[in-house]
Structure formats: structure tokens, C-alpha cells
């Protein structure tokens, strides 16, 4: 066993590796099309934005304009849904070459998916979907994982998906998964709270008890996000403000992190960018003053779909 | 085969079945055997293991079709929802995404539509007609909006020369739909227009998509010019053609 000294140590050249590839940015915004002209309008003041990677990296039109305009000004981080680290279909270089160019054009701070897989024998569900949480999973995983960041040529930040169902063949908890998958390849984490929240409650485990099992040295950004509480089950929705219960796990968990990059996301029903603003905000808050938001009343009472991603304008 | 790669065999094969994810799960065979739903999923406190995959199910046709509607919204709305959620879901099955981006899922749509539309039919409504012309009008816009401008290209090319932009998109339909895709999109429409060969050009400036309606004989003469069967701009249009973005 290492002595205090040295982990001492080690733990201070992961900060200062750490500080390097992973500036602490503050807190952003999730970019969204219904803000573009807003922001190029207003250039509003926002310590910086995270895009989706691929509503960026086919377009020769507007939205490229847009985020070579934003990255100009802001911090940018490229955050993918299509990735499919987890599938067993081959992984996608072609994909991987169009996220390394927009990489270098923005110069985004990192890029960052999903711990889950999209689709397998060639077809996409366009769906996050969950793994089998075992040895052979993670063995899987975790041979991706190098082979993306060799790639890259940077490490890969993997965001803790939100589940409505476990595997028979789970033998692993999902933060065991995450802690043996962030140790044995060289990925960071990106924490998404309310995927914690949600998970916690379709699986029923306590929330704060996942966070703590955490590497959290690994955590280099945090989501928020709103969720929609069908009574029997939550779906991850982003289409609301962030409930309660996840200001107060992301109050607790930052006293464990320190400052870690915080980012709001809202995909859907998404509101005007200043209100968007509000709610990021209330984690400013949080962080600086401990002081919990006032608590929205929010309401359950609407059909909806897990965070669905389109980039189509208005004609 | 790992029991993953089963997993995710049988996962796909169950929540993209069209007829739910319990006859999926019948009809989803892996190595000639069929999988029980419970003996895959756990249920939990609250719901069973047909309804926890269900979510999945219920997630992966609506969220689509969603992408469809926002893509395709003055369709929808001409259409009605229940048939346009008839053929998207119909397409979906067809055509399942097998790319990594949404901008490529309704790329086929229009000739989806066409096909099953004009199916045996010699002499096809003018509703039919309409609708289809809707369809290949937003698609078209969808991929100006996204595709090659000239932007970028201003500064490196000289202005005598003016060149056909990468951008431009020609559309030969039976309908007036750009004049009246608007209401069709707002859903602020009384009834279909009446057919009326059109003629459009999609441009592109400053990133902003533009469509206006030709003349036959501007429309040949620019076809002409951007197939290289005419070598230069003709003067006549010289001029307007920069004006509107069609050159460069």
C-alpha cells in the first residue's frame, strides 16, 4: 500500500494534469438552435456552452457558422450522442474523424458521450441504451475506451446514463462499473446529477451513496437537467426545471468535489435564453453561497420522450 | 457470439418491433431461440420487466417520429396526425437510421411517400400530388440550410467570373408551395392550393435559406448554365443571379 505521502502526491499531479486538460470553465449552457440568433445578438454573458457534437460536425451552413462565431468568445465542449461505446458493432472512424476536426476548429476543451450504446448490426435507435453491468461489459468497454482516446489523441469524459431497466446478467452496481471503468482506462467522468436522480429512483438506490462510490477525482463536469415523475418511473426528459432533490444531491456532491465545470441542459419545451440563464444560475448560487433555489412547482401532466436531439429550423 | 453482442441483438430486435416489444420479443429469435422478456430484464418495485423495456419501445418510435414532425411539420399539418404518423412509422420500419446523425433520417422520406402513394395508382389525386411536393420542399430546405454555401468562397474568387453556388437547389413541382408552405407550417390553412407548375431555385445567403420562383425559360437557361451545358452566366441574368445568390 502506498504511504500517505506519496498518494498525497500523486493525487496532486492528477490536479495539476487534471487543471491542464480539464480547466474548471464555471457554469454553461447546453447550445441550442432556438438561441443561435440570440447569442450572436446579445453575446450574453455565460462562462461557456457545451454543443451536441453531431448537430454540429455535418453541417456546411448555419449551425457551423454559429459555433465558429460562439467559440470565438466562449469555452466549448463537445458533448456526442452517437458514439456507442458500449455496442459490439465496430466502432465508427469516420465519426471519430468529423468530431476531431470540429475539435480543432473550436478548439473545444474536451469531448464527451455517453456510457451506453446506441444500436448494433448497423442500425441506430437514436435511444441511450443501457448496458449489461458485468465483467464482460466492462472488459468490452474499457478496450473501447483506449482505442477512442488513442484516436482522439486526448482522454475520453463518459457522462453515467439514466435507465429504466437493469439486466438479469447484471453482476456489477452501476457505480462499481463506472469506479472499475474510470480506473482501468484513462476516461474522465462527466456527472450527470439528475441521470443519478433518475436512475436512483427507477432502481431504487440511494443517490448520494452512487456519488460517494464515485472516483470523484475523475468528475471533470457535472450536467443538470429537468425530469418528468410518471409516479411509477421518472424519464429523463430536460424539459423542465431541475427538480428539487437534484439541487440538494448537486449541493452535497460539490461539498465532496470542489468546483467542477456545471452545465444546465434543456432540450425540449425550452424556454427563452434568459430563463435558460435563471436556472443555470441557481448552481452559481448553490456553490458560492450554499444556498438551495426556492422550490418549482412542476407538473407531470404531459407525454413525452427522453431528450430527443433534432436540428431542423423553422422555415 | 458474446452474450453482449446476444443482448444487444435481441434489445434492437425487440423495441423496434412494430407490433410491441412482447410479440418483439416472441418474434425476435437469436440463434433460433426466442428469449422471455423476464428472463433478460429485471421488473422492478413498480413495473414489470415487459413494462420497463416497454419505455424503451414506446421511446424509440416516438422520439423518430418527433425528429420527423419538426423536419416535416407543414406535412404534418397538411396531412392530419394520424396519417402522417401512418407513414413515418411505416418509413421507420423500412428504414431504420443506420446513421449517427438525424439530419440523414428523413433524407428519404419524399421518395418513401411516392412510393407508397402513387402505388398502382394510374392516375393519382391532386391531394396526393400536393403532399408529395410538400415533402421534397422541406427536405430540400433541410439540406440548403445544412449543405455547401459560398459563404467561405467570396473572398477567393473573382467577381468576373460569377460561378453557380454550391448551394443552389432547383425544384421542379406541380404545386405553389413555397407561397403557401408557411400557412402549411402554422398550421394556418383553409385548403390545398390549386396545382400550378412551379418553378423554384433554393439559394443560400449569409446562411439563410431563400426559394424563388422562376419563369420556365429563366429556369431552363439556369439549368443549362449549371449543368455546363452553357459555359458562362448569361448577362441578361448576370446581375440578378449575384443579387439572389444563385452566383457568386
Known amino acids: 500500500m502506498n504511504s500517505d505521502a506519496e498518494v498525497s502526491a500523486s493525487h496532486f499531479l492528477f490536479e495539476m494534469e487534471k487543471e491542464k ?51 470565438e468568445r466562449y469555452p466549448v465542449v463537445m458533448h456526442g450522442v452517437s458514439m456507442s461505446i458500449g455496442s459490439t458493432d465496430p466502432i465508427n472512424f469516420d465519426y471519430l474523424k468529423k468530431l476531431k476536426v470540429m475539435e480543432k476548429e473550436i478548439n473545444a476543451q474536451w469531448i464527451s458521450d455517453h456510457l451506453c450504446w446506441t444500436g448494433v448490426l448497423g442500425k441506430n435507435t437514436h435511444d441511450l441504451l443501457p448496458l449489461p453491468l458485468n465483467e464482460e461489459t466492462l472488459k468490452h468497454v474499457v478496450e473501447r475506451i483506449k482505442v477512442v482516446s488513442d484516436f482522439l489523441e486526448r482522454p475520453l469524459v463518459l457522462e453515467n446514463p439514466s435507465s429504466y431497466l437493469q439486466f438479469k446478467s447484471d453482476t456489477l452496481t452501476e457505480w462499481d462499473f463506472i469506479r472499475e471503468m474510470a480506473n482501468q482506462s484513462d476516461c474522465r467522468l462527466l456527472l450527470d446529477l439528475n441521470n443519478v436522480y433518475v436512475s436512483s ?10 456519488v460517494k462510490a464515485l472516483p470523484l477525482e475523475k468528475v471533470v463536469q457535472f450536467h443538470l437537467a429537468g425530469h418528468l415523475n410518471k ?18 444531491l448537486y449541493q452535497k456532491t460539490i461539498q465532496l468535489t470542489g468546483p467542477v465545470s456545471t452545465l444546465l441542459e434543456w432540450d425540449s419545451n425550452i ?36 431528450n430527443a436531439l433534432s436540428t431542423t429550423p423553422a422555415i | 457470439m458474446s452474450d453482449l453482442k446476444q443482448i444487444q441483438e435481441w434489445m434492437v430486435g425487440v423495441i423496434t418491433h412494430p407490433k410491441g416489444a412482447v410479440i418483439g420479443a416472441e418474434e425476435t429469435s437469436i440463434n433460433d431461440q426466442h428469449w422471455n422478456i423476464q428472463s ?31 423536419e416535416y411539420r407543414g406535412l404534418l399539418n397538411a396531412l392530419g396526425e394520424k396519417l402522417f404518423q401512418h ?9 431504420p437510421s443506420t446513421s449517427y446523425t438525424l439530419n440523414d433520417l ?37 439540406e440548403v440550410y445544412n449543405g455547401e454555401g459560398h459563404e467561405t468562397l467570396l473572398d477567393t474568387k473573382s467577381s468576373n467570373q460569377l460561378q453557380t453556388s454550391p448551394a443552389i437547389v432547383m425544384l421542379d413541382l406541380k404545386f405553389p408551395v413555397a407561397e403557401c408552405i408557411g400557412h402549411f407550417r402554422e398550421d394556418n390553412f383553409t385548403s390545398f392550393p390549386e396545382p400550378m407548375i412551379s418553378h423554384y431555385v433554393f439559394t443560400r445567403q449569409n446562411y439563410m435559406v431563400k426559394v424563388y420562383r422562376l419563369e420556365d425559360s429563366e429556369y431552363q437557361i439556369l439549368l443549362d448554365w449549371k449543368s455546363g451545358v452553357l459555359d458562362s452566366c448569361p448577362d441578361t441574368f448576370r446581375q440578378k443571379w449575384k443579387a439572389i445568390g444563385v452566383g457568386y
Open chain 1, 21 to 71: 486538460a480539464f480547466p474548471y470553465l464555471g457554469f454553461g449552457l447546453g447550445l441550442r438552435s432556438k438561441h443561435f440568433q440570440y447569442i450572436l445578438n446579445n453575446k450574453p454573458e455565460i462562462d461557456w456552452f457545451e454543443i451536441i457534437s453531431e448537430n454540429f460536425i455535418d453541417s456546411k451552413g448555419f449551425p457551423r457558422y454559429v459555433i465558429h462565431q460562439i467559440a
Open chain 2, 87 to 95: 407513414f413515418a412509422w411505416n418509413f421507420l420500419l423500412e428504414h
Open chain 1, 271 to 306: 424556454p427563452e435564453f434568459p430563463e435558460l440563464k435563471k436556472e443555470v444560475l441557481k448552481a452559481k448560487a448553490i456553490f458560492e453561497n450554499g444556498k438551495l433555489p426556492e422550490e418549482v412547482l412542476i407538473s407531470n401532466n404531459t407525454e413525452t420522450v427522453s
Open chain 1, 201 to 210: 429512483f427507477n432502481h431504487q438506490f440511494d443517490p448520494f451513496e452512487y
Open chain 2, 40 to 70: 433478460v430484464v429485471s421488473p422492478s418495485d413498480t413495473l414489470t420487466s415487459e413494462q420497463r423495456i416497454g419505455i424503451y419501445h414506446n421511446g424509440y418510435f416516438a422520439r423518430l417520429i418527433e425528429c420527423f414532425k419538426v
Open chain 2, 106 to 142: 428523413g433524407k428519404l422520406f419524399p421518395s418513401f411517400l411516392e412510393s407508397t402513394l402513387l402505388e398502382n395508382e394510374s392516375a393519382p389525386e391532386s391531394w396526393q400530388l400536393f403532399i408529395l411536393d410538400v415533402a421534397k420542399f422541406e427536405r430540400t430546405f433541410t
Open chain 1, 231 to 248: 409516479g411509477t418511473h421518472i424519464i429523463d426528459t430536460h424539459d423542465n426545471h431541475v427538480v428539487q432533490a437534484v439541487w440538494e
